[in-house]
């Protein structure tokens, strides 16, 4: 069984893998804001769905946009303890990844 600094170094390479999915970039720094980042409301909500699907934890938009960074959502991971519901309500990951590269200037 992984000791608890390799389960951090596992959460946040998944929570960075994610954010570059969703925010259709190479790089993200551990300690900017996902807004900074150039994220909007609709790539957080994208960003919601993934991190639940990915990781099988239960997260809220808004404790995401309250931690706010790539380390601040993988310590949120690391503290969630409920599982998420089994099926998403709404569309589809590729619709939402679709809506979002839309709106992009």
């Known amino acids: ?6 389960a951090d ?3 946040l390479e998944i929570v960075r ?3 570059r999915e969703v925010l259709g970039v190479t790089e993200v720094a551990d300690d900017i804001t996902f807004f900074d980042h150039g994220g909007d409301s609709l790539r957080l909500v994208m960003l919601v769905e993934r991190l639940n699907q990915t990781t099988g934890r239960a997260l809220k938009t ?3 946009f ?3 960074t790539v380390r601040g959502h993988s310590e949120l991971l690391a503290k969630a303890d ?5 099926g998403f309500r709404g569309a589809t990951r ?3 990844i679709n809506a979002a590269r839309s709106r992009k200037p």
């Not at 409920?82 to 089994?86: E, L």
């Open 82 to 86: 409920n599982p998420a519901p089994t």
């Open 17 to 19: 893998s994610v954010w």
């Open 1 to 6: 069984m992984p000791d608890q600094q390799t």
């Open 66 to 68: 309250r931690a706010g």
């Open 94 to 96: 590729s619709d939402l």
């Open 62 to 64: 808004i404790d995401l």
């Open 9 to 11: 170094v596992n959460l």
